[in-house]
């Protein structure tokens, strides 16, 4: 009797000492997203059930980004089964018509940033609402046609209320990890992170050997995410639907959309099989958790915004500006270039004020929309002049939701770089009267977004020699706003 009350004490403690050895391990949370795109090819229908059911089979959730033009013919071809095993899934959007040309980046190549955003809501909305009213539901993210992407579709998805970017593309990129850009959580490259299985049964053990491997890896950084994705038609097809009809700029009316040829059956049934046997290895897996895009965003909040910064913030973004004008790393929080900038012009408005701000609320705001081509190199400015110019800043910022392509001190038009740096010295050496002189500063934030080149642009589907070099000038502005997103603890 005592023995066993004794034996159940130990196997008590052990279990206990499991449990907690096991909430030690961190998370590894695995995206599975599908670009539902092909509505051409009504084989892709069946496709698109099959795998939405095999996620719900095993009681988890993957990410179908569905096309609107895809959304109606579902409907027109009376496919309820397939709407019904996508929503059962989570319902994500991926333009309105994907490759018919103008895709997004031909038509936002030579826009303003003001225009790009109301010429994507005007063309991409009418694919959302198609979505919307199918699905009965809002999308969890959107994430561009191939390579089309464009900076002016941040704003949009605000607009459009969608919280998250997920796709594939090296046009932006912070440290190969989730990050914000223009406010929006973006994932893109994530390194080794971004991953699938080709359809051989040694590519699948290839396959599941790397995902051990980043997983191992993403565990010794306490935790991260590892986005897989794939289209339902290429397990169905041998080419895809728009290289077939829509390459190289090609744009026949839809009268001559062709079909793409099929795979063989027993290929087809290969390629299930082959993702069949991935999914397994992946959902039972210790340590691993698959999140849909609409379950994201909660794993990367973004806690300048809910809890305001102090007085030692700012002194912590001052010093860190004069060494580099990019995002600052704080406690428990990262602030990006633009929210540095309103930190340290909120600071200095208040210089004055009786009590001093001992917290500094932030507002959102989007880059400049343009950059100056004329304005101050050198000089000093009165401190009077540079605390007014910081509280227009703020002004400008609470009407407008965006920085302003310079500001004006004294009269006179001073870059936003220097502005931020010389708020920054004149905080860090505690100057708050007397001339003030002009620091220089240089966006380090735009290496963050990449040189225009025909890298950036390698879809099949772009004409030949397409470029954008305005549109990544654009995009490059809206640097003021990256920074790379933080997991949270588990
Ligand atoms: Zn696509």
Redesign the pocket.
Known sequence: MKMSYLLAIIACLCFTTCLLAANERPTVYVTFWF?T?DFILPQADDAAKRLAEMFIKRNVKATFKIVGEKAKVLEERGRDDVIMALANNDVAY?STF?SVHPTPSEYSRDLSWHEGVSEFIRREGVGLEILRAVFGVNASCYGQ??GSWTPQSYAALHAFDIPLYLDDTSHVNVNDRPFWYCGILTILELGDGVMRTRWTDEEVKQACAKFDRVHEKLIGEGGGIISIYY?PCEFVHRQFWDGVNFSHGANPPRSEWKMTPMKPKEQQEQAFHAFETYLDHIVNHPDVRLVTAREIPSLYPDRVYSRPLTQSDVRTIAKAFQKRLSYVVLDGKIVSAAEGLLALSTFVAGIDTNPKPKEIKLEFAYGPASAPQRFVTDGTFRWEAIQQAARETLDIVHATKQLPSLIWVAGEPMRLEDFAVTLASLITEERYSGDIPLRKGELEAKKYVADDSPRLWGWVIFPKGFNAPRMMEVAKLQSWTMKPALLRKQ
């Open positions: 670009d795109e991926h994907h046609p191939g289209h």
